[in-house]
Protein backbone atom coordinates (compact mmCIF):
# COMPACT_ATOMS: atom_id res chain seq x y z
CA UNK A 1 0.00 0.00 0.00
CA UNK A 2 1.06 3.58 -1.14
CA UNK A 3 -0.18 6.69 -0.14
CA UNK A 4 0.99 10.35 -0.56
CA UNK A 5 -0.33 14.09 -0.72
CA UNK A 6 -0.15 16.03 -4.25
CA UNK A 7 0.10 19.52 -5.42
CA UNK A 8 -1.63 20.93 -8.22
CA UNK A 9 -1.38 24.58 -9.50
CA UNK A 10 -2.55 25.68 -12.93
CA UNK A 11 0.16 28.66 -13.05
CA UNK A 12 -1.98 31.39 -14.75
CA UNK A 13 -4.61 31.27 -12.09
CA UNK A 14 -7.56 30.41 -14.13
CA UNK A 15 -9.58 27.35 -12.37
CA UNK A 16 -12.28 25.42 -13.95
CA UNK A 17 -14.33 25.38 -10.82
CA UNK A 18 -15.11 27.28 -8.01
CA UNK A 19 -15.89 26.65 -4.08
CA UNK A 20 -19.94 26.15 -3.68
CA UNK A 21 -20.70 26.54 -7.63
CA UNK A 22 -23.76 26.07 -8.38
CA UNK A 23 -27.51 26.58 -6.85
CA UNK A 24 -26.48 30.43 -5.74
CA UNK A 25 -28.44 32.76 -7.46
CA UNK A 26 -28.34 35.74 -5.06
CA UNK A 27 -27.53 39.06 -5.75
CA UNK A 28 -24.27 41.06 -4.51
CA UNK A 29 -24.68 42.86 -1.32
CA UNK A 30 -25.37 46.75 -3.12
CA UNK A 31 -28.94 45.65 -2.98
CA UNK A 32 -29.77 44.08 -5.92
CA UNK A 33 -32.40 41.45 -6.79
CA UNK A 34 -32.32 38.37 -4.96
CA UNK A 35 -33.85 34.27 -5.15
CA UNK A 36 -36.89 34.39 -3.92
CA UNK A 37 -36.07 32.30 -0.95
CA UNK A 38 -33.04 34.59 -0.25
CA UNK A 39 -33.48 38.16 1.83
CA UNK A 40 -30.49 40.72 1.91
CA UNK A 41 -29.58 41.67 5.80
CA UNK A 42 -28.34 45.14 6.76
CA UNK A 43 -24.67 44.05 6.54
CA UNK A 44 -24.91 42.73 3.15
CA UNK A 45 -24.99 39.31 3.92
CA UNK A 46 -27.66 37.51 1.92
CA UNK A 47 -30.42 35.37 4.68
CA UNK A 48 -32.19 32.59 4.28
CA UNK A 49 -35.96 32.88 5.03
CA UNK A 50 -38.68 30.03 5.41
CA UNK A 51 -41.31 29.60 3.35
CA UNK A 52 -43.56 30.35 5.85
CA UNK A 53 -42.08 33.91 6.75
CA UNK A 54 -41.84 35.78 3.21
CA UNK A 55 -46.02 35.99 2.68
CA UNK A 56 -46.56 33.88 -0.12
CA UNK A 57 -49.58 31.88 -0.69
CA UNK A 58 -48.37 29.11 0.38
CA UNK A 59 -47.54 30.05 3.53
CA UNK A 60 -50.85 28.61 5.62
CA UNK A 61 -49.60 25.00 4.07
CA UNK A 62 -45.99 25.05 5.29
CA UNK A 63 -46.87 26.66 8.47
CA UNK A 64 -49.46 23.57 9.07
CA UNK A 65 -46.21 21.53 8.70
CA UNK A 66 -43.46 23.09 10.64
CA UNK A 67 -43.19 24.64 13.85
CA UNK A 68 -44.09 27.57 15.09
CA UNK A 69 -41.02 30.09 14.06
CA UNK A 70 -41.40 33.91 15.44
CA UNK A 71 -40.54 36.45 13.47
CA UNK A 72 -38.43 38.75 14.15
CA UNK A 73 -38.63 42.53 14.13
CA UNK A 74 -35.29 43.17 13.38
CA UNK A 75 -31.96 41.53 11.99
CA UNK A 76 -30.46 39.66 15.12
CA UNK A 77 -27.45 38.40 13.34
CA UNK A 78 -27.27 34.09 13.49
CA UNK A 79 -28.10 33.97 10.11
CA UNK A 80 -24.39 34.93 9.36
CA UNK A 81 -23.80 31.60 11.10
CA UNK A 82 -22.90 29.89 7.39
CA UNK A 83 -20.63 32.48 6.70
CA UNK A 84 -18.53 32.29 9.64
CA UNK A 85 -18.10 28.50 9.00
CA UNK A 86 -16.86 29.32 5.75
CA UNK A 87 -14.76 31.77 6.83
CA UNK A 88 -13.26 29.25 9.35
CA UNK A 89 -13.36 26.18 6.90
CA UNK A 90 -10.80 28.24 3.96
CA UNK A 91 -8.63 29.10 6.81
CA UNK A 92 -8.59 25.29 8.29
CA UNK A 93 -8.35 24.05 4.90
CA UNK A 94 -9.82 20.74 4.14
CA UNK A 95 -8.32 16.74 4.00
CA UNK A 96 -10.02 14.17 1.91
CA UNK A 97 -8.34 10.85 1.49
CA UNK A 98 -9.10 8.52 -1.94
CA UNK A 99 -8.31 4.82 -1.85
CA UNK A 100 -8.37 3.72 -5.51
CA UNK A 101 -8.49 -0.27 -6.07
CA UNK A 102 -8.41 -2.28 -8.98
CA UNK A 103 -6.27 -4.59 -11.46
CA UNK A 104 -3.12 -3.34 -12.80
CA UNK A 105 -3.82 -1.66 -16.54
CA UNK A 106 -7.46 -0.58 -15.89
CA UNK A 107 -6.33 3.45 -15.69
CA UNK A 108 -6.78 4.20 -12.22
CA UNK A 109 -3.68 6.28 -12.31
CA UNK A 110 -4.69 8.11 -15.43
CA UNK A 111 -8.68 8.33 -13.81
CA UNK A 112 -7.23 10.23 -10.46
CA UNK A 113 -4.80 12.76 -12.91
CA UNK A 114 -7.89 13.24 -15.08
CA UNK A 115 -10.22 14.08 -11.81
CA UNK A 116 -7.88 16.84 -10.28
CA UNK A 117 -6.52 17.78 -13.81
CA UNK A 118 -2.86 17.67 -12.76
CA UNK A 119 -0.12 15.13 -12.94
CA UNK A 120 -0.54 13.56 -9.28
CA UNK A 121 0.60 10.13 -11.32
CA UNK A 122 3.73 10.02 -13.48
CA UNK A 123 3.62 6.97 -15.64
CA UNK A 124 4.88 4.05 -14.33
CA UNK A 125 5.56 6.25 -10.95
CA UNK A 126 3.60 5.62 -7.52
CA UNK A 127 4.50 8.44 -4.73
CA UNK A 128 6.34 7.67 -1.81
CA UNK A 129 3.70 7.39 1.25
CA UNK A 130 3.60 10.35 3.72
CA UNK A 131 4.22 13.20 1.01
CA UNK A 132 2.44 16.26 2.18
CA UNK A 133 1.16 18.21 -0.99
CA UNK A 134 -1.84 20.28 -0.98
CA UNK A 135 -4.31 21.44 -3.91
CA UNK A 136 -5.40 25.41 -4.02
CA UNK A 137 -8.18 26.73 -6.30
CA UNK A 138 -9.63 29.87 -5.93
CA UNK A 139 -8.05 29.96 -2.37
CA UNK A 140 -9.24 26.92 -0.79
CA UNK A 141 -6.67 23.97 0.26
CA UNK A 142 -6.88 20.93 -0.26
CA UNK A 143 -5.08 18.01 1.41
CA UNK A 144 -5.54 15.20 -1.02
CA UNK A 145 -3.98 11.81 -0.06
CA UNK A 146 -4.63 8.97 -2.56
CA UNK A 147 -3.45 5.04 -1.50
CA UNK A 148 -2.98 2.98 -4.44
CA UNK A 149 -2.95 -0.42 -4.27
CA UNK A 150 -0.67 -2.14 -6.89
CA UNK A 151 -1.25 -5.74 -7.60
CA UNK A 152 -4.81 -6.15 -6.34
CA UNK A 153 -5.59 -8.76 -8.50
CA UNK A 154 -2.54 -9.49 -10.27
CA UNK A 155 -1.96 -13.30 -8.58
CA UNK A 156 -2.62 -16.21 -9.99
CA UNK A 157 -4.06 -17.40 -6.47
CA UNK A 158 -6.25 -14.69 -5.10
CA UNK A 159 -7.14 -15.67 -2.16
CA UNK A 160 -7.34 -13.00 0.94
CA UNK A 161 -5.48 -10.39 -1.76
CA UNK A 162 -8.04 -8.16 0.21
CA UNK A 163 -6.93 -8.52 3.19
CA UNK A 164 -4.04 -5.76 2.92
CA UNK A 165 -6.31 -3.47 1.95
CA UNK A 166 -9.12 -4.13 5.13
CA UNK A 167 -5.60 -3.98 7.60
CA UNK A 168 -4.62 -0.82 6.06
CA UNK A 169 -8.14 0.84 6.44
CA UNK A 170 -8.89 -0.76 10.23
CA UNK A 171 -5.23 0.60 10.65
CA UNK A 172 -6.28 3.81 9.99
CA UNK A 173 -9.38 3.78 11.86
CA UNK A 174 -7.27 2.58 15.07
CA UNK A 175 -5.07 5.55 14.56
CA UNK A 176 -7.32 7.68 14.59
CA UNK A 177 -9.08 5.92 17.68
CA UNK A 178 -5.36 6.30 19.27
CA UNK A 179 -5.73 9.73 18.57
CA UNK A 180 -8.80 10.22 20.28
CA UNK A 181 -7.94 8.76 23.85
CA UNK A 182 -5.06 10.97 23.91
CA UNK A 183 -5.06 13.64 26.72
CA UNK A 184 -3.98 16.51 24.20
CA UNK A 185 -6.13 16.36 21.56
CA UNK A 186 -6.05 19.44 20.09
CA UNK A 187 -4.15 18.02 16.70
CA UNK A 188 -6.27 14.80 14.92
CA UNK A 189 -4.77 13.92 11.76
CA UNK A 190 -8.04 12.32 10.09
CA UNK A 191 -6.09 9.62 7.43
CA UNK A 192 -9.25 7.62 7.29
CA UNK A 193 -10.63 6.39 3.87
CA UNK A 194 -13.69 8.39 3.20
CA UNK A 195 -13.80 6.96 -0.85
CA UNK A 196 -12.73 3.88 -2.34
CA UNK A 197 -12.99 4.22 -5.89
CA UNK A 198 -13.51 0.42 -7.45
CA UNK A 199 -12.38 -0.35 -10.90
CA UNK A 200 -14.40 -3.35 -12.55
CA UNK A 201 -13.33 -4.88 -15.74
CA UNK A 202 -15.53 -4.04 -18.95
CA UNK A 203 -16.29 -7.70 -19.44
CA UNK A 204 -19.91 -7.45 -19.95
CA UNK A 205 -21.06 -10.06 -18.39
CA UNK A 206 -21.54 -9.47 -14.33
CA UNK A 207 -19.56 -8.97 -11.74
CA UNK A 208 -16.53 -11.49 -10.91
CA UNK A 209 -16.12 -13.60 -8.06
CA UNK A 210 -13.29 -11.23 -6.39
CA UNK A 211 -15.01 -8.17 -7.58
CA UNK A 212 -18.07 -9.41 -5.08
CA UNK A 213 -16.11 -10.72 -2.19
CA UNK A 214 -13.96 -7.53 -2.15
CA UNK A 215 -16.84 -5.24 -2.09
CA UNK A 216 -18.68 -7.61 0.97
CA UNK A 217 -15.60 -7.65 2.86
CA UNK A 218 -15.44 -3.60 2.55
CA UNK A 219 -18.86 -2.22 2.17
CA UNK A 220 -18.88 -1.83 5.71
CA UNK A 221 -15.64 0.28 6.70
CA UNK A 222 -15.44 2.54 3.58
CA UNK A 223 -17.63 4.42 0.74
CA UNK A 224 -17.72 2.04 -1.79
CA UNK A 225 -17.91 3.85 -5.83
CA UNK A 226 -17.77 1.00 -8.06
CA UNK A 227 -16.81 2.30 -11.65
CA UNK A 228 -16.43 0.08 -15.02
CA UNK A 229 -13.16 1.46 -16.21
CA UNK A 230 -12.11 1.69 -19.96
CA UNK A 231 -15.65 1.95 -21.11
CA UNK A 232 -14.94 3.38 -24.81
CA UNK A 233 -14.11 -0.64 -25.69
CA UNK A 234 -17.74 -1.03 -24.94
CA UNK A 235 -20.92 0.12 -26.96
CA UNK A 236 -23.79 2.04 -25.28
CA UNK A 237 -26.44 -0.85 -25.19
CA UNK A 238 -23.53 -3.14 -23.69
CA UNK A 239 -22.88 -0.78 -21.14
CA UNK A 240 -26.44 -0.19 -19.64
CA UNK A 241 -27.02 -4.28 -19.57
CA UNK A 242 -23.66 -4.31 -18.02
CA UNK A 243 -24.44 -1.96 -15.11
CA UNK A 244 -27.77 -3.69 -14.64
CA UNK A 245 -26.14 -6.98 -13.99
CA UNK A 246 -23.60 -5.24 -11.75
CA UNK A 247 -26.10 -3.89 -9.85
CA UNK A 248 -28.29 -6.94 -9.53
CA UNK A 249 -25.55 -8.86 -8.05
CA UNK A 250 -24.38 -5.96 -5.29
CA UNK A 251 -28.79 -6.27 -4.49
CA UNK A 252 -28.56 -9.86 -4.37
CA UNK A 253 -25.27 -9.97 -2.19
CA UNK A 254 -26.32 -6.98 0.42
CA UNK A 255 -23.77 -4.73 -0.63
CA UNK A 256 -24.26 -1.09 0.03
CA UNK A 257 -22.66 1.32 -2.52
CA UNK A 258 -22.38 5.08 -1.58
CA UNK A 259 -25.71 6.88 -2.41
CA UNK A 260 -26.28 10.77 -2.40
CA UNK A 261 -28.19 11.31 0.98
CA UNK A 262 -31.56 13.01 0.37
CA UNK A 263 -32.42 15.73 2.64
CA UNK A 264 -35.70 17.50 3.73
CA UNK A 265 -36.58 20.82 2.39
CA UNK A 266 -34.00 20.43 -0.89
CA UNK A 267 -34.51 22.46 -4.02
CA UNK A 268 -35.79 21.02 -7.46
CA UNK A 269 -32.21 21.29 -8.77
CA UNK A 270 -30.72 19.66 -6.63
CA UNK A 271 -33.17 16.59 -6.30
CA UNK A 272 -32.59 16.57 -9.57
CA UNK A 273 -28.64 16.36 -9.83
CA UNK A 274 -28.92 13.40 -7.30
CA UNK A 275 -31.08 11.36 -9.18
CA UNK A 276 -29.11 11.90 -12.04
CA UNK A 277 -25.85 11.03 -10.43
CA UNK A 278 -27.41 7.46 -8.96
CA UNK A 279 -28.89 6.81 -12.14
CA UNK A 280 -25.14 6.34 -13.68
CA UNK A 281 -23.84 4.20 -10.96
CA UNK A 282 -21.95 2.46 -11.82
CA UNK A 283 -20.20 5.24 -13.40
CA UNK A 284 -19.26 4.13 -16.89
CA UNK A 285 -15.68 6.17 -17.12
CA UNK A 286 -13.23 7.27 -19.63
CA UNK A 287 -9.60 8.73 -18.16
CA UNK A 288 -7.77 11.03 -20.42
CA UNK A 289 -5.02 13.70 -19.04
CA UNK A 290 -4.12 14.38 -22.97
CA UNK A 291 -5.51 17.08 -25.03
CA UNK A 292 -6.61 16.16 -28.62
CA UNK A 293 -8.62 17.78 -31.54
CA UNK A 294 -12.19 17.07 -31.86
CA UNK A 295 -13.69 16.86 -35.37
CA UNK A 296 -14.89 20.62 -34.81
CA UNK A 297 -11.38 21.72 -34.71
CA UNK A 298 -11.89 22.37 -30.30
CA UNK A 299 -8.58 20.70 -28.27
CA UNK A 300 -10.86 18.84 -25.68
CA UNK A 301 -9.28 16.19 -23.15
CA UNK A 302 -10.30 12.04 -24.74
CA UNK A 303 -8.99 9.88 -26.91
CA UNK A 304 -8.73 9.88 -30.72
CA UNK A 305 -9.11 6.68 -32.48
CA UNK A 306 -9.42 6.30 -36.40
CA UNK A 307 -13.87 6.15 -35.96
CA UNK A 308 -13.72 9.38 -33.53
CA UNK A 309 -12.68 10.78 -30.31
CA UNK A 310 -14.23 10.02 -27.10
CA UNK A 311 -14.36 13.51 -25.11
CA UNK A 312 -13.63 12.86 -21.26
CA UNK A 313 -15.98 15.97 -20.34
CA UNK A 314 -18.60 14.80 -22.58
CA UNK A 315 -21.64 13.56 -20.45
CA UNK A 316 -22.91 12.06 -23.86
CA UNK A 317 -19.57 10.15 -24.24
CA UNK A 318 -19.13 8.88 -20.52
CA UNK A 319 -19.75 8.80 -16.92
CA UNK A 320 -16.69 10.76 -15.96
CA UNK A 321 -18.73 14.38 -15.36
CA UNK A 322 -20.92 12.53 -12.88
CA UNK A 323 -18.41 10.85 -10.75
CA UNK A 324 -16.10 14.44 -10.61
CA UNK A 325 -20.01 16.32 -9.51
CA UNK A 326 -20.41 13.54 -6.72
CA UNK A 327 -16.88 12.45 -5.79
CA UNK A 328 -15.55 16.40 -5.82
CA UNK A 329 -18.03 19.26 -6.42
CA UNK A 330 -21.12 18.15 -4.21
CA UNK A 331 -20.45 15.16 -2.31
CA UNK A 332 -17.28 15.16 -0.55
CA UNK A 333 -18.20 16.49 2.65
CA UNK A 334 -20.94 14.26 3.16
CA UNK A 335 -18.27 11.23 1.96
CA UNK A 336 -16.58 12.57 5.04
CA UNK A 337 -19.16 12.54 7.05
CA UNK A 338 -20.56 9.14 6.37
CA UNK A 339 -17.27 8.38 7.35
CA UNK A 340 -17.14 9.81 10.33
CA UNK A 341 -20.42 9.62 11.91
CA UNK A 342 -21.28 5.54 10.18
CA UNK A 343 -18.81 4.14 9.45
CA UNK A 344 -15.94 5.12 12.01
CA UNK A 345 -18.68 5.27 14.52
CA UNK A 346 -19.83 1.77 14.24
CA UNK A 347 -16.44 0.47 14.08
CA UNK A 348 -15.23 2.33 17.48
CA UNK A 349 -18.05 0.76 18.64
CA UNK A 350 -17.40 -3.24 17.82
CA UNK A 351 -13.84 -2.02 18.60
CA UNK A 352 -14.64 -1.06 22.31
CA UNK A 353 -17.02 -3.60 22.95
CA UNK A 354 -14.51 -6.40 21.87
CA UNK A 355 -12.01 -5.05 24.23
CA UNK A 356 -14.67 -5.41 27.28
CA UNK A 357 -15.38 -1.73 27.60
CA UNK A 358 -19.14 -0.51 27.87
CA UNK A 359 -21.10 2.83 28.44
CA UNK A 360 -24.59 3.58 30.04
CA UNK A 361 -26.90 4.60 27.22
CA UNK A 362 -28.33 7.03 29.19
CA UNK A 363 -25.24 8.99 29.79
CA UNK A 364 -25.18 12.34 28.30
CA UNK A 365 -28.78 11.59 27.15
CA UNK A 366 -30.96 14.76 26.50
CA UNK A 367 -34.53 14.57 28.67
CA UNK A 368 -36.82 16.48 29.23
CA UNK A 369 -37.84 17.41 33.26
CA UNK A 370 -41.19 16.67 32.98
CA UNK A 371 -40.70 13.49 30.57
CA UNK A 372 -38.17 12.53 33.43
CA UNK A 373 -40.40 12.77 36.05
CA UNK A 374 -43.21 10.98 34.40
CA UNK A 375 -40.90 7.94 33.62
CA UNK A 376 -39.31 8.02 37.47
CA UNK A 377 -43.14 7.77 38.66
CA UNK A 378 -44.29 4.95 36.09
CA UNK A 379 -41.00 3.40 37.26
CA UNK A 380 -42.36 4.10 40.88
CA UNK A 381 -45.87 2.67 40.44
CA UNK A 382 -44.31 -0.31 38.61
CA UNK A 383 -41.96 -0.90 41.44
CA UNK A 384 -44.77 -0.27 44.00
CA UNK A 385 -46.83 -2.37 42.05
CA UNK A 386 -44.25 -5.53 41.89
CA UNK A 387 -43.74 -4.98 45.46
CA UNK A 388 -47.62 -5.40 46.14
CA UNK A 389 -47.92 -8.54 44.26
CA UNK A 390 -44.94 -9.88 46.08
CA UNK A 391 -47.09 -9.02 49.26
CA UNK A 392 -49.98 -10.74 48.23
CA UNK A 393 -48.65 -13.76 46.87
CA UNK A 394 -46.32 -14.43 50.30
CA UNK A 395 -49.63 -13.56 51.97
CA UNK A 396 -52.05 -16.06 49.90
CA UNK A 397 -49.04 -18.82 50.67
CA UNK A 398 -48.79 -18.13 54.47
CA UNK A 399 -52.63 -18.34 54.61
CA UNK A 400 -52.29 -21.34 52.48
CA UNK A 401 -49.97 -23.27 55.11
CA UNK A 402 -51.89 -21.80 58.07
CA UNK A 403 -55.16 -23.22 56.62
CA UNK A 404 -53.45 -26.72 55.93
CA UNK A 405 -51.78 -26.61 59.38
CA UNK A 406 -55.75 -25.88 60.81
CA UNK A 407 -57.27 -28.66 58.90
CA UNK A 408 -53.93 -30.99 60.21
CA UNK A 409 -54.93 -29.92 63.62
CA UNK A 410 -58.73 -30.77 62.78
CA UNK A 411 -58.39 -34.04 61.85
CA UNK A 412 -56.29 -35.08 65.05
CA UNK A 413 -58.98 -33.79 67.20
CA UNK A 414 -61.58 -35.02 65.61
CA UNK A 415 -59.40 -38.54 65.51
CA UNK A 416 -59.20 -38.38 69.39
CA UNK A 417 -62.29 -37.37 69.94
CA UNK A 418 -63.73 -40.53 67.96
CA UNK A 419 -61.25 -42.36 70.19
CA UNK A 420 -62.03 -41.07 73.48
CA UNK A 421 -66.06 -41.47 72.74
CA UNK A 422 -65.25 -45.01 71.98
CA UNK A 423 -63.59 -45.61 75.06
CA UNK A 424 -66.61 -43.69 77.13
CA UNK A 425 -69.12 -46.02 75.46
CA UNK A 426 -67.12 -49.20 76.42
CA UNK A 427 -66.89 -47.91 80.06
CA UNK A 428 -70.52 -47.26 79.91
CA UNK A 429 -71.43 -50.95 78.43
CA UNK A 430 -69.22 -52.20 81.22
CA UNK A 431 -70.88 -50.53 84.07
CA UNK A 432 -74.65 -51.11 82.95
CA UNK A 433 -73.43 -54.69 82.58
CA UNK A 434 -72.57 -54.65 86.10
CA UNK A 435 -75.28 -52.69 87.35
CA UNK A 436 -77.24 -55.44 85.86
CA UNK A 437 -75.80 -57.97 87.58
CA UNK A 438 -75.82 -56.15 90.76
CA UNK A 439 -80.10 -56.02 89.89
CA UNK A 440 -79.88 -59.97 89.43
CA UNK A 441 -78.14 -60.65 92.75
CA UNK A 442 -75.36 -62.80 90.67
CA UNK A 443 -71.93 -61.93 91.99
CA UNK A 444 -70.00 -60.27 90.09
CA UNK A 445 -67.22 -61.81 87.92
CA UNK A 446 -63.47 -60.41 88.86
CA UNK A 447 -61.53 -59.24 86.42
CA UNK A 448 -58.44 -60.76 85.14
CA UNK A 449 -56.51 -58.05 86.01
CA UNK A 450 -57.44 -57.52 89.63
CA UNK A 451 -57.19 -61.49 89.94
CA UNK A 452 -53.43 -61.78 88.84
CA UNK A 453 -52.93 -58.76 91.11
CA UNK A 454 -54.58 -60.22 94.17
CA UNK A 455 -52.31 -63.33 93.29
CA UNK A 456 -49.12 -61.42 92.88
CA UNK A 457 -50.10 -59.82 96.29
CA UNK A 458 -50.77 -63.36 98.49
CA UNK A 459 -47.13 -64.73 96.90
Known sequence: MSEGYYEHSNGNG????????????????????????????????????????????????????????????????????????????????????????????????????????????????????????????????????????????????????????????????????????????????????????????????????????????????????????????????????????????IAHHGIRIFQPPQYENEDEETIQENEEIISKVPFAVVGSDTLVNSPDGRQVRGRAYPWGVIEVDNEDHCDFVKLRQMLVRTHMEELREHTNDVLYENYRTDKLKAMGVSQDETVFKETNPAAKQAEERALHEAKLAKMEAEMKMVFQQKVQEKEAKLKQSEEELYLRHREMKDALEKQRQELEDKKRRIESGRPLTPEKGSQKKRFGLGK
Not at 70 to 77: E, P
Not at 176 to 182: A, F, I, M
Not at 209 to 222: A, G, Q, S, W
Request: charged share 25%.
Open 14 to 249: TTNGTYGEGRSNAASPNGDSLHNSRAISPSGYPVKTEPGLNGNANAGSVQAQQPARKKLASWVGFSNLPNQVHRRSVRRGFQFVAMVVGESGLGKSTLINTLFETKLYQPKNVPAPGEDREIEENGVRLKLTVVDTPGFGDFVNNDESWKPIVDNIEARFDAYLEQENRVNRLKLVDNRVHACIYFIQPTGHSLKPIDIEFMRRLHTKVNLIPVIAKADTMTDDEIVLFKQRILSD
